[in-house]
């Protein structure tokens, strides 16, 4: 079975090649088979490739599968090669399986929509390019996955085009992930030049033989890894695009922040973990750079009205989970968390798309209200969802994947107390957010009516998803011991007084924290979050949150404004001049020749006859 393997990432290329060119002439019923289809046979080939590799384990707990030599240049052969370990294995079955789910529930969300083929088209070369990310061999495959999901996440957050607010957020997009993407480039480079190949099994051999610990090349290639990480994975200080995303259709949220580029990121420091842990001030990087993301991520989700826009801060500061686990050494908690993450947030997610399609495309929270009653299976699954996503102890799978970060934040090898308190205070922060948004949605007086009800393809992915957002917890120790073939274990340094019962009755409490104040503020006495906003620092702190912190106005002042003026100084330069020079040129001869366009025969005959001339006489007398 495990032979079958290169069909996980055919499947979806071809049936995105077959949707974009003949998807124009299809009806959407064919639109729908050809798109969800694929994925749903790369999701079972998946399982049988699992199955297969669970059963009879191939030696080393690799298998490789070459397919062809890419380029042969010098010595220089790239192949087109699979390579599939524990950490692919189940970062495939969540993309397969989740984006499986999410194609489902696309089908009939799009069902009124134009480009319903071209969407489909979109949305399967996004899965097949994050599974050529994930089973590449060598880190120029990977690349190219990492550019086509760049690619693709373009072309869906500005699928409907028509409106120009969502070409800017997928311009915005696109040149922003282009800043990371030129340090992994740069860091490609150099790992090449360093150490000869960029096949990704050697370059970490050849890596650990031959750069000490703390070596400068290591620190520049992890840090140059590292910058093209926080760009796809939205980090600071590159994560004012994921906000703006949101202009895509909803399941392209679902998609995008659950189980494809996001979380490229994330799978990236993972696969090279053992150049991480070469470089320890980059692996330092990568858990201050989780945990700041975490803090202002969530801070920023307690102002936002758009509920899309609250669940995109949420993915950013969950994705700081994720690097914070990294960055601590906890490579299998941070992919456990990884795992969990796929199936709440894209329940959330799915979740948000049947509200804001029941009410009429509304997105503010504000003007919703007393759902539960109107939807209560989105409520219910919604809730489940939350809770899971804020932690709600011993009962969700977002409460273990997260509970064993925070306490390898304190316990890992690289961990360190004020590391736990900032993921302590995350944790706040995110029950605070979310239940704010649950009883914005769901509770209190009526808000909008329900015009638009879900039917059974965008349920039945609800309460998959919810069903597996509780026992997905149960995963936990099968799941860590599954990838330390990959993986190194969490080594623990120090516990001091704090012990993990310890470290979860508190993030336990804290849960119960954020769920008290949000309870106060959001639903029993509504006018008290107004009062914090009344007074001129309440109202400065939320303007600031709400804006971001305010990156996109630092990054106006410091790079479009003076691009912008250094444009217009310069647009009659000598340069300008010249090919100003060129045109006028041109401009001159048609008019001089034109003028001998006078439909007279006679003079037409004599230019020919005096062109053959000059050709007979210059072949004559060369």
């Not at 026992?471 to 990959?486: E, N, W």
Request: include cysteine; hydrophobic fraction near 55%; aromatic fraction near 14%.
């Amino acid at each position: 079975m495990i032979r079958l393997l290169w069909l996980i990432p055919a499947l979806p290329f071809a049936s995105a090649a077959i949707l974009a060119l003949i998807g124009s002439r299809l009806s959407k019923r064919w639109a729908a088979a050809f798109g969800v289809g694929s994925i749903g046979l790369s999701a079972v080939i998946t399982i049988l490739v699992a199955a297969g590799f669970f059963l009879v384990p191939p030696p080393g707990n690799s298998y490789t599968q070459l397919l062809w030599s890419w380029i042969n240049v010098d010595g220089f052969r790239p192949q087109i090669g699979l390579y599939l370990d524990s950490l692919s294995l189940v970062m495939l079955l969540v993309v397969t399986f989740v984006g499986f789910l999410i194609h489902v529930y696309s089908a009939e969300f799009m069902i009124e929509d134009d480009g319903y083929s071209r969407f489909f088209a979109y949305m399967n070369l996004f899965v097949a390019s994050m599974l050529t990310l994930l089973l590449a061999n060598n880190l120029l495959l990977l690349y190219l996955g990492w550019e086509g999901v760049g690619l693709c996440s373009y072309l869906l957050i500005g699928f409907w085009y028509r409106d120009p607010a969502n070409g800017r957020a997928a311009r915005k997009a696109f040149i922003v992930t282009r800043v990371g993407d030129t340090a992994m480039s740069l860091g490609l480079f150099l790992l090449f030049t360093q150490l000869g190949t960029l096949q990704i099994h050697d370059l970490m051999q050849r890596a650990s033989a031959q750069w000490p610990s703390g070596s400068s090349y290591a620190v520049a290639a992890a840090f140059l890894l590292l910058g093209g990480a926080v760009g796809k994975s939205a980090q600071l200080p590159l994560q004012v695009w994921l906000p703006d995303a949101m202009a895509g259709p909803t399941p392209v949220s679902a998609l995008l922040h659950a189980a494809t580029m996001v979380t490229a990121g994330v799978y990236l420091i993972a696969r090279t973990h053992v150049l991480f842990s070469l470089a320890p001030w980059a692996q330092l990087a990568v858990a201050v750079v989780g945990a700041c993301t975490m803090l202002l991520a969530g801070c920023s989700a307690l102002t936002q009205h758009d509920i899309k826009r609250i669940l995109a801060y949420s993915t950013v500061s969950q994705i700081g989970y994720m690097f914070l686990a990294l960055g601590v050494g906890a490579w299998q908690a941070a992919m456990f968390h990884f795992v969990t993450h796929a199936f709440f947030k894209a329940l959330l997610f799915l979740g948000a798309g049947v509200v804001i399609n029941a009410l009429d495309d509304e997105h503010s929270i504000f003007r919703m209200g007393g759902l539960r009653k109107e939807l209560p299976i989105t409520f219910w699954t919604f809730l489940v969802a939350g809770c899971s996503l804020a932690g709600l102890p011993f009962l969700t799978a977002g409460f273990f994947s997260k509970d064993l970060i925070i306490w390898d934040a304190w316990s890992a090898q690289n961990g360190n107390p004020a590391l736990w308190v900032a993921a302590i205070i995350g944790a706040l922060l995110t029950s605070l957010y979310t239940f704010r948004m649950i009883f914005r949605v769901f509770f209190g007086p009526l808000g909008l009516p329900v015009t638009t009800r879900p039917g059974y393809r965008m349920t039945i992915p609800l309460v998959v998803l919810g069903f597996l957002s509780i026992i997905g917890g149960c995963l936990k120790q099968p799941l860590l011991d599954f990838l330390r073939s990959a993986l190194p274990s969490t080594v623990e340094a120090h516990a001091g007084a704090l012990t993990e019962i310890r470290s979860e009755a508190i993030a336990g409490l804290i849960f119960v924290i954020g769920l008290y104040f949000a309870y106060l503020f959001h639903l029993q006495k509504r006018n008290l979050a107004e009062t914090l906003v009344a007074n001129p620092i309440g109202r400065a702190l939320h303007e600031w949150w709400f804006a971001d912190w305010g990156f996109d106005w630092i990054y106006d002042k410091v790079f479009v404004q003076p691009f912008i003026w250094a444009s217009e100084i310069n647009k009659s330069d000598f340069i300008d001049a010249f090919y100003t020079g060129v045109a006028w040129l041109m401009q001159w001869f048609y008019r001089e020749l034109s003028s001998t366009e006078t439909g007279r025969v006679r003079w037409y005959a004599a230019g020919m006859a005096a062109g053959s001339v000059l050709f007979i006489a210059m072949v004559i007398f060369r």
